[in-house]
């Protein structure tokens, strides 16, 4: 099929299934791309914490922070599903930074995000990029303000409310009274943003070539697993990524190294319009557009 008949037959595939998307994939080699809406911003939750490892590890590069540091953390006491790591524990723990790294990029754990993000502002990380020329790419606020959203405050049988709640409240110009769903107070970027930072990780130019390595070693090393790592991983293939999910929304980003040597980066932004917490056939679906992206890429 011509990329037209793909771009159009994707489009649908994705109002169907309830979900408005933007998506963009990239041969990191030639630079040959293909996407939707991929300049649309959109809040992307924790796929802000490749941007905050970014920053932290450039600063451990210019010796402002020692990785070998023990930082005291403090229990996140988060008792509603979804969060992973020290933002479950009961305790006080003393983590190593380094280790936070790991926990915060590739566990995904918001608690040791916003220990890391306590020695690097929003603010400061926001700066970094800068610094090294990704501008599509903000960060406002720390990721527990993720887990101060309506679905807090239903009982878990009653999740579905919180996403009506979502759905509807939001207007045209995507603002809306959840400040971490809000474009204009939330953590936000665009495929194109995110791609370009993947581009910068893979293909380093500004990055530090030792900061790119270990970031793209954490996003390897990522335990979430069931969105667009089944149609991208393989024993043939190698896929790199970090999830974002608050809400309606369901994201994903990463670079699929094949074994005959074309990389591909992949960002994958949603938001559905179904009020459920649970949507398998959400997660297939954009794995399902994004692996056909690739394909188009790839063999075409």
């Given at each position: ?123 400061a990380v926001t700066a970094q990029l800068r610094r090294l020329g990704y501008d599509g790419i903000t960060v406002r606020h720390l990721t527990r303000d993720l887990t101060e959203t309506p679905a ?69 090393d990522s335990v979430q697993r069931h969105r667009l790592a089944p149609d991208f991983a393989s024993d043939a293939s190698r896929w790199s990524s970090k999830t974002g999910t608050l809400l309606n ?42 692996r056909t992206l690739r394909d188009q890429l790839r063999w075409h």
């Amino acid at each position: 099929m011509g990329m037209t008949t793909v771009l159009r037959a994707a489009r649908e595939a994705l109002d169907d299934g309830g979900l408005r998307g933007s998506f963009l994939v990239r041969d990191l080699d030639t630079g040959d791309e293909i996407g939707i809406d991929a300049d649309l911003e959109f809040p992307v939750a924790s796929l802000i914490k490749i941007p905050l490892a970014v920053a932290t590890l450039e600063r451990i590069a210019r010796d402002e922070l020692d990785p070998a540091t023990q930082i005291v953390v403090q229990p996140g006491r988060i008792a509603t599903p979804g969060p992973t790591g020290l933002s479950k524990f009961r305790h006080p723990a003393t983590v190593a930074l380094d280790d936070l790294l790991y926990l915060s990029t590739a566990i995904s754990d918001g608690t040791a995000a916003d220990a890391l993000l306590a020695l690097t502002p929003p603010a400061a990380v926001t700066a970094q990029l800068r610094r090294l020329g990704y501008d599509g790419i903000t960060v406002r606020h720390l990721t527990r303000d993720l887990t101060e959203t309506p679905a807090e405050r239903f009982a878990p049988s009653e999740t579905h409310l919180a996403h009506s709640l979502a759905i509807a409240a939001a207007t045209p110009g995507q603002g809306q009274p959840v400040a971490s769903l809000d474009i204009s107070r939330a953590n936000t970027g665009s495929a194109r943003a995110l791609v370009d930072l993947m581009q910068g990780l893979w293909r380093p130019t500004t990055i530090k070539p030792a900061v790119a390595a270990r970031v793209r070693e954490l996003m390897a090393d990522s335990v979430q697993r069931h969105r667009l790592a089944p149609d991208f991983a393989s024993d043939a293939s190698r896929w790199s990524s970090k999830t974002g999910t608050l809400l309606n929304l369901r994201h994903e980003v990463g670079v699929v190294e094949h074994a005959d040597g074309q990389t591909f980066a992949v960002a994958a932004l949603t938001e559905s319009r179904v009020p459920a917490a649970v949507q398998p056939g959400a997660e297939a679906l954009m794995a399902q557009v994004a692996r056909t992206l690739r394909d188009q890429l790839r063999w075409h």
